[in-house]
């Protein structure tokens, strides 16, 4: 959201929530009471006002998405009174930060202004429309569903994924509901309105562009870093002061507290200007695991005849590069900050509620903690959501994550005629200028799977020659960017190849989304790839045993219940599941089973993935999961549900991204090489330790590599030496004795460094799939010892125990633990920490699974 002045009064009190007519299928009830209105809050949505009400249930209980359609269908008003007294200023503003979407705004019973777009701001001069005393405001919401649908016959439908013609509307399209996400599309005042009075000048807008310039560093001499900062200032004067200059100033605060100041004049017949300012010896910000983040203040004032308007951020200084040059093997797409390569271990972002005045900044700063105790270095923020809050991007500033940021367009065909064109040009251009600041920004995307969809969607008969929205993606945007902020690189699309005549998912260049693992093919389909970054791909299962429990009734619980499949948006959803744990996991037997089997399957899979494509360093450069955060309780791709719980999904991806990563991984032997014909790479016949170092440091030491029974005897045994440069990796034959199993249903192969400190976690590689392997079914001895906010569980193994994981909230839905998808060897153990207001360790102890006991029925039921 832009920054409000000292000279804004917010008009956020008093506020009724009616409905102009309501559908035939509306609840009698409802229908009653909204004739006199109910209160609203503002900023906020008409269905939280009709909870707060008690007019309907929550949305995301049971089957009331369903019941509750008739909300999208009616048309909102929002009316307040406030009292106005006239004073000095020669302005008088009226301001909307955020309205969705299409909305008439009337003061005092005129029309002050019409809005077409959630994703930009109004203002509007009102001084004519002001009265003394008493005012009435009122925002009257066109109903978003038959909106969409009356646009989409009056211009024509165009192809879109999903049941609404959410592509006619700038509104935020997962709010009509998407694979993973409730239909709510609704209206509200979802940021603040109120009057802005000013005189003399305001601050229409800041850019400050960052730049650093190095000097010296050659013969001896001392290399030092500048820092050159472009403040772009737009102002905006009262009328009366339109002949005046308008004086800048511009003050730089270093993070030790120490001040620079310039600036300089904007002429009478100008409106913008631009002061540059030198930072000498700048400390520069990096990205997390790659040094600190220092932040300098920005504050810039204007003032003209004795009026003046202030404005003030932070910044970082860095520079920001992507290199898609093309290569022997196709494209790379390759982040650069400061010059250094970045390893990318990235999340996809979604709104991080389904009602979005619910998400606050500490909400914004648990899932960025959730981020970066993940060891996730990157979120990139989808295109079927939002142009994130600058409390997401203040965090990332402060933490080192890096931030990609979609324009708000995804899978769909985007009209191009005058009307969306104009409000793209505006929402982009105030965007851009609104997030420049942020050094956590590292790349704007034109568009998610749109380009794809162009190609492979069967669009083009069904678009009769009309424009698709590449026109945005290749045009527009691009050229708001390069006029606004040409520091920052632009890829038109997700995924995308870099060039006109190639497909734009193809693994060899640029981006791809890996899409036919989780819908058609089993996740070891992950290893046919060998793609140079991934920025989409994903494996479903349910929430939190607590999360689905909460909103899911059905007698008896069932994964194919009426209830639960509300919870589940996917196509074939649960069906898919199934599917996909077949031939890796026993069929479960009771619902809990269910859960626990889906759930760990997730996590084999996306580790399985994100091994198999870190191993490709340097040729892969990265990895972006498909999904950190849910926005409702659902079957989902994401590693935390929308109730704040860590899925086991999120205790493998923080293994598999570590900065240091040992995997064993197949691969030919040199024989089976010498053996190819030219240019056709042979199948896998050996196993090699691939070690990836995404740290400064190099690493040089040994590993032991060692295959051994479940019970712990050792088979046989190897060390080997290796040596990995920073931000590198390594691949080490793993010697054939190691790796051949003998009995690959009873054995498994370990490697690991002789170094404790070294920071590489072992690594495993088993012979055969959990259902095939002879593992002990009852493999733990637990001692829970109870502490003051919890208790800690002493897990100790006397075979080999897959993916020891506690499922604390099923004791107490509060709880949480530290620790998570364990493999215990026989003899090792594991402490885990369980913080919770309440519950008897024993219970917690009695929860604790693992792989092992979905092969005995006795075990497979939770407390």
């Given at each position: 959201?832009?920054?409000?002045?000292?000279?804004?009064?917010?008009?956020?009190?008093?506020?009724?929530?009616?409905?102009?007519?309501?559908?035939?299928?509306?609840?009698?009830?409802?229908?009653?009471?909204?004739?006199?209105?109910?209160?609203?809050?503002?900023?906020?949505?008409?269905?939280?006002?009709?909870?707060?009400?008690?007019?309907?249930?929550?949305?995301?209980?049971?089957?009331?998405?369903?019941?509750?359609?008739?909300?999208?269908?009616?048309?909102?008003?929002f009316s307040t009174t406030f009292m106005w007294s006239g004073d000095a200023s020669a302005r008088h503003d009226l301001v909307a930060h955020g309205l969705d979407t299409v909305a008439t705004v009337e003061l005092n019973g005129d029309v002050t202004g019409r809005t077409q777009n959630m994703h930009r701001s109004y203002r509007w001069d009102v001084r004519g429309a002001l009265r003394q005393g008493e005012n009435t405001l009122t925002v009257t919401f066109a109903a978003p569903v038959p909106e969409a649908t009356?646009?989409?016959?009056?211009?024509?439908?165009?192809?879109?994924?999903?049941?609404?013609?959410?592509?006619?509307?700038?509104?935020?399209?997962?709010?009509?509901?998407?694979?993973?996400?409730?239909?709510?599309?609704?209206?509200?005042?979802?940021?603040?309105?109120?009057?802005?009075?000013?005189?003399?000048?305001?601050?229409?807008?800041?850019?400050?562009?960052?730049?650093?310039v190095s000097t010296g560093g050659a013969d001896g001499a001392v290399r030092r870093d500048d820092g050159l900062l472009r403040v772009h200032v737009d102002v905006e004067r009262d009328g009366k002061q339109a002949d005046q200059d308008v004086s800048l100033t511009v003050t730089v605060t270093d993070p030790d507290g120490g001040t620079l100041h310039t600036g300089c004049t904007v002429p009478a017949d100008e409106t913008s200007a631009v002061v540059l300012v030198t930072v000498r010896d700048v400390r520069r910000w990096w990205p997390v695991g790659y040094g600190d983040q220092p932040l300098y203040g920005v504050q810039v004032e204007a003032?003209?005849?004795?009026?003046?308007?202030?404005?003030?951020?932070?910044?970082?200084?860095?520079?920001?590069?992507?290199?898609?040059?093309?290569?022997?093997?196709?494209?790379?797409?390759?982040?650069?900050?400061?010059?250094?390569?970045?390893?990318?271990?990235?999340?996809?972002?979604?709104?991080?509620?389904?009602?979005?005045?619910?998400?606050?900044?500490?909400?914004?700063?648990?899932?960025?903690?959730?981020?970066?105790?993940?060891?996730?270095?990157?979120?990139?923020?989808?295109?079927?959501?939002?142009?994130?809050?600058?409390?997401?991007?203040?965090?990332?500033?402060?933490?080192?994550?890096?931030?990609?940021?979609?324009?708000?367009?995804?899978?769909?065909?985007?009209?191009?005629?005058?009307?969306?064109?104009?409000?793209?040009?505006?929402?982009?251009?105030?965007?851009?200028?609104?997030?420049?600041?942020?050094?956590?920004?590292?790349?704007?995307?034109?568009?998610?799977?749109?380009?794809?969809?162009?190609?492979?969607?069967?669009?083009?008969?069904?678009?009769?020659?009309?424009?698709?929205?590449?026109?945005?993606?290749?045009?527009?945007?691009?050229?708001?960017?390069?006029?606004?902020?040409?520091?920052?690189?632009?890829?038109?699309?997700?995924?995308?190849?870099?060039?006109?005549?190639?497909?734009?998912?193809?693994?060899?260049?640029?981006?791809?989304?890996?899409?036919?693992?989780?819908?058609?093919?089993?996740?070891?389909?992950?290893?046919?790839?060998?793609?140079?970054?991934?920025?989409?791909?994903?494996?479903?299962?349910?929430?939190?045993?607590?999360?689905?429990?909460?909103?899911?009734?059905?007698?008896?619980?069932?994964?194919?219940?009426?209830?639960?499949?509300?919870?589940?948006?996917?196509?074939?959803?649960?069906?898919?599941?199934?599917?996909?744990?077949?031939?890796?996991?026993?069929?479960?037997?009771?619902?809990?089973?269910?859960?626990?089997?889906?759930?760990?399957?997730?996590?084999?899979?996306?580790?399985?993935?994100?091994?198999?494509?870190?191993?490709?360093?340097?040729?892969?450069?990265?990895?972006?999961?498909?999904?950190?955060?849910?926005?409702?309780?659902?079957?989902?791709?994401?590693?935390?549900?929308?109730?704040?719980?860590?899925?086991?999904?999120?205790?493998?991806?923080?293994?598999?991204?570590?900065p240091r990563l040992a995997t064993i991984q197949p691969r030919p032997s040199a024989g089976a090489w010498a053996a190819a014909w030219e240019g056709i790479e042979p199948d896998p016949d050996t196993l090699a330790l691939v070690l990836v170092n995404d740290t400064a440091e190099a690493f040089r030491g040994v590993f032991t590599v060692t295959r051994e029974t479940f019970d712990g005897t050792l088979l046989a045994k190897a060390t080997v030496e290796a040596s990995v440069p920073a931000r590198g990796a390594l691949t080490v034959p793993v010697p054939d004795d190691v790796a051949a199993f003998g009995d690959p249903a009873a054995e498994v192969i370990v490697a690991e460094p002789d170094d404790g400190t070294a920071g590489f976690a072992p690594a495993f590689r088993h012979g055969v799939e959990v259902v095939d392997q002879r593992l002990d079914p009852r493999p733990l001895r637990i001692e829970a010892v109870p502490t003051d906010d919890g208790c800690l569980l002493h897990v100790a193994a006397t075979s080999y125990a897959r993916d020891v994981f506690c499922p604390a909230d099923v004791v107490n839905p509060l709880a949480s633990v530290n620790e998570g998808m364990v493999n215990l060897r026989a003899g090792r153990s594991v402490t885990i920490r369980v913080t919770s207001p309440a519950g008897d360790p024993r219970a917690f102890a009695a929860a604790v699974r693992c792989a092992n006991t979905l092969l005995d029925p006795a075990e497979r039921t939770l407390p």
């Open positions: 959201m832009a920054q409000l002045p000292g000279t804004f009064r917010a008009l956020h009190h008093g506020w009724t929530l009616t409905a102009l007519a309501l559908p035939d299928d509306a609840p009698a009830t409802a229908a009653a009471t909204l004739v006199d209105g109910v209160p609203a809050v503002v900023p906020g949505e008409a269905h939280l006002d009709l909870r707060r009400a008690g007019l309907i249930d929550d949305p995301f209980d049971g089957a009331n998405e369903a019941a509750q359609q008739w909300i999208g269908d009616t048309a909102w008003r009356a646009r989409a016959q009056r211009d024509g439908a165009l192809p879109r994924v999903n049941h609404h013609e959410y592509n006619q509307l700038r509104k935020m399209a997962c709010s009509f509901g998407w694979d993973w996400g409730i239909d709510v599309a609704g209206a509200g005042i979802w940021k603040p309105i109120g009057l802005d009075s000013w005189s003399g000048v305001r601050i229409a807008s800041v850019r400050p562009l960052v730049d650093v003032e003209t005849a004795g009026d003046a308007a202030s404005w003030h951020g932070r910044v970082g200084f860095r520079s920001v590069e992507l290199d898609t040059t093309p290569d022997e093997a196709g494209a790379p797409f390759l982040l650069r900050v400061n010059g250094e390569r970045v390893l990318v271990r990235g999340a996809n972002w979604i709104p991080d509620h389904a009602f979005l005045t619910l998400i606050d900044r500490d909400r914004y700063a648990r899932r960025v903690a959730d981020a970066l105790q993940a060891n996730i270095n990157l979120l990139r923020v989808w295109g079927g959501g939002i142009y994130e809050s600058d409390d997401l991007y203040d965090l990332a500033d402060e933490h080192g994550l890096l931030m990609w940021q979609d324009f708000p367009f995804a899978c769909a065909a985007y009209s191009e005629d005058a009307p969306m064109r104009t409000e793209i040009d505006a929402e982009a251009r105030e965007n851009v200028a609104r997030l420049s600041p942020h050094p956590s920004l590292v790349l704007w995307n034109g568009n998610n799977e749109n380009t794809w969809g162009s190609v492979d969607w069967g669009w083009s008969g069904r678009l009769d020659g009309r424009g698709w929205g590449d026109l945005y993606y290749r045009h527009l945007l691009p050229g708001v960017l390069a006029e606004l902020d040409p520091t920052r690189p632009y890829s038109p699309a997700s995924p995308y190849s870099f060039g006109d005549f190639r497909h734009p998912n193809d693994e060899r260049y640029g981006t791809m989304h890996v899409w036919d693992v989780w819908n058609r093919v089993d996740y070891t389909g992950y290893t046919r790839y060998k793609p140079r970054f991934v920025a989409e791909f994903g494996f479903q299962a349910p929430p939190a045993w607590s999360t689905l429990a909460a909103v899911v009734h059905d007698e008896p619980l069932d994964p194919f219940g009426p209830q639960m499949l509300v919870h589940q948006k996917a196509n074939l959803g649960n069906a898919k599941l199934e599917r996909g744990w077949q031939g890796h996991l026993p069929d479960p037997v009771t619902i809990e089973d269910w859960h626990w089997t889906t759930q760990l399957n997730q996590a084999h899979a996306i580790r399985f993935g994100v091994e198999h494509f870190r191993s490709l360093t340097p040729h892969n450069t990265g990895t972006i999961l498909w999904q950190l955060n849910d926005n409702w309780p659902v079957v989902s791709w994401a590693a935390v549900d929308v109730a704040e719980r860590r899925k086991p999904l999120w205790y493998a991806l923080r293994a598999a991204y570590a």
